[in-house]
């Protein structure tokens, strides 16, 4: 069953139970009023035969009888009255053929109530009284035949108006629902025809704030994401691609070379070593090719444990000047910390040492001076941390483009690298939902900028 028809029936089958109820209300409060109404009118007429019969003597009873038989002969339909003395005799009936019945309930429980109201199974509606000044009792009943003529007129009517109504209700729901779904259905076209090729296109948005042109924008906006990541790994898959063949190339050609001549002893040695100089870039390569995929669908966890951004850094500076023995750097704190919980902040470790070893590496290899100064300053809910050497300054139009992976500055065309460490930096301080930013500060002077935020107070 398809959306529409699911919807379509649904729609009806409300509205037909709104109209099914609202059919029987008007119909039961139709014949409560006409039950109420004519019960009335019976103890009404009951009381007019009471009152004329009491109007006349005793003696005159037969005349009473006539006056009462001319004006209320056609007074209710299947009339019937009759009157009891205090002992329960009858004293009066009209018309004087009828046959007393046995009472349904003890004369006591009608002088108690003073009037009950009563249906036989017939349909005749009965009304017994108690009058005090008299201790008499009068019974009257009738049959409201015109009362029930138009109750069966209105149960007819309601029955051709909920059928009517039903039909039209089922028009109108399948017309209201098409018109309903034909944005969704637009969309499902859409989504049929989006391709790798296609992401480009975009379904048509209004001006209207309906849920409809909500899930329009989303999709629109998730093309857009789905196109810049398609394009990010197309462009990633093709320089991967081309930085992987280089050192592969070089590497082929050094070993046909050396298997095309004859080489002393000191000859081989020299290409092994120029062979395991490409291996280990290759490897270098690679890993970082690997760290890249391997944390790309990474998200920031809230559990992970606080860190102090301090004896981090200066972990991690321990180990860069293992790698780099001529490396310099001077750690700075920009102003004292009023207690620990200035510097914490809550990360992976690893992932953030990794990130600052980039850091480091890429301040040191383009320096003038292999010196890098690391500023920590905490302002706010945030840490700052301020990376800054010496060196060539990034033209303005690059300064966005060197954290995409492959990406290598004007500067660096005379050193080697793959212009992979700072998307992997990038990267890293995105997951912990913290920026990265480079700046040039004065003449000569890089600044790498590193923003995290403040790990909450611990509790206790």
């Not at 919980?341 to 301040?363: H, P, Q, W, Y």
Request: hydrophobic share 40%; charged share 25%.
């Amino acid at each position: 069953m398809n959306l529409k028809l699911r919807f379509a029936l649904l729609f009806t089958f409300f509205v037909s139970v709104i109209l099914l109820v609202s059919c029987v209300a008007i119909y039961v409060l139709f014949y409560q009023s006409r039950e109420d109404d004519y019960y009335k009118r019976v103890a009404k007429e009951g009381m007019e035969v009471y009152n004329i019969f009491t109007d006349i003597k005793k003696e005159d009873r037969h005349v009473a009888y006539k006056l009462i038989k001319e004006i209320h002969d056609k007074a209710l339909f299947y009339e019937q009255v009759f009157i009891l003395d205090s002992a329960g005799a009858p004293i009066f009936r009209f018309p004087d053929t009828i046959h007393i019945p046995p009472l349904a309930y003890p004369l006591l429980r009608i002088q108690e109530e003073k009037e009950i109201r009563s249906m036989d199974q017939a349909g005749n509606q009965q009304v017994a009284m108690f009058m005090p000044e008299t201790n008499s009792y009068v019974f009257v009943s009738g049959f409201d035949k015109q009362g029930f003529v138009r109750i069966g007129f209105l149960r007819l009517n309601l029955v051709f108006v909920f059928f009517g109504a039903m039909a039209l209700s089922i028009l109108t729901s399948f017309l209201f629902v098409r018109q309903a779904v034909k944005p969704l259905k637009d969309l499902a076209n859409q989504m049929t025809k989006t391709t790798v090729q296609n992401l480009t296109e975009r379904i048509a948005e209004t001006s209207a704030n309906d849920e409809i042109n909500e899930i329009a924008r989303n999709f629109n906006a998730m093309l857009e994401r789905l196109s810049k990541s398609f394009e990010f790994q197309k462009n990633f898959v093709y320089h991967a691609s081309h930085e992987l063949r280089t050192p592969l190339a070089i590497m082929l050609s050094e070993t046909e070379s050396a298997l095309s001549r004859e080489l002393s002893s000191s000859g081989y040695k020299e290409t092994l070593l120029s062979l395991k100089e490409e291996q280990q870039e290759l490897i270098e390569l690679t890993n970082s090719l690997l760290l890249i995929s391997q944390f790309e669908q990474m998200d920031f966890e809230e559990d992970w444990p606080r860190l102090r951004i301090d004896e981090l850094l200066y972990e991690t500076v321990s180990s860069c000047k293992k790698m780099l023995p001529n490396l310099v750097v001077e750690v700075i704190f920009a102003n004292v910390p009023e207690n620990d919980d200035d510097f914490m902040v809550r990360g992976n470790e690893s992932l953030l040492k990794s990130a600052f070893t980039n850091l480091i590496k890429n301040a040191y290899t383009y320096s003038v001076d292999q010196k890098v100064t690391i500023t920590i300053d905490s302002s706010g809910e945030s840490v700052f941390i301020h990376l800054d050497n010496s060196g060539t300054q990034l033209p303005v139009d690059e300064k966005e483009s060197i954290m995409v992976p492959f990406f290598r500055g004007s500067n660096a065309l005379t050193t080697k690298g793959y212009g992979l460490g700072l998307s992997i930096v990038y990267r890293f301080i995105a997951i912990h939902k913290g920026t990265v930013t480079y700046s040039p500060i004065s003449n000569d002077q890089n600044r790498f900028t590193v923003i995290l935020r403040k790990a909450p107070v611990a509790a206790g």
